[in-house]
């Protein structure tokens, strides 16, 4: 039995293929750590004014 040969891939397969991975590279590499640096930034700042209005957590000085 003699296998096919092996189907070329179309040129619109081709694109779809380097759009996703552009799509996966950009998404990897520079949306999601900013919004990882972003979230991280947003909390530590949120914890700050809490702390400026409230103080600093532990016992009442006394």
Do not use: C, D, H
């Amino acid at each position: 039995m003699s296998e096919a040969p092996a189907e070329q891939e179309k040129p619109e397969e081709r694109n779809a293929r380097r759009r996703e991975l552009v799509t996966f590279l950009v998404l990897a590499f520079g949306i999601w750590p900013l919004v990882a640096v972003g979230v991280v930034g947003g909390y530590g700042f949120l914890v700050w004014m809490w702390q400026i209005i409230f103080g600093p957590p532990g016992p009442p000085g006394g």
